[in-house]
């Protein structure tokens, strides 16, 4: 079983192959947002096509939210809704404006390096 998203970003359960293959060749389709929040860390947050909700309780978890670089490389973080992982991922970029993406110290507003790490922001 698979998901599309319609034109309202629902996710809409599919078994049919050829339509998730066709809707899946624009990938740009499946991006909610990306952020670059350090020179080489970045927040990215995709819709899946698949459910990840392996408990078969409660909605499909259809979206995720991925940090690349940094000391948080690779966390992950799972939503059910378009508006859910958009909500999410501006949560994670809020926290990267608080504390070095390298270190996790405390930024300080307007430095362009860290206090601690010494990277560039
Ligand atoms: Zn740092």
Known sequence: MFYILDKEHNPIKTDD????????EDFGKRFVKKTTVASDVEVSTVFLCTDYNFSGEGK????????????????TFRYSTWDEALNGHDKIVEEFKQ????????????????????SLF
């Open 17 to 24: 192959i050829f339509l998730v293959n066709e809707w899946m």
């Open 99 to 118: 504390r070095c993406p390298y270190c996790t110290a405390l930024r300080i507003k307007d430095n362009i390096c860290c206090t601690q790490c010494g």
């Open 60 to 75: 499909p978890i259809v979206f995720e939210t991925m940090i690349f670089g940094g000391e948080r490389d690779l966390e």
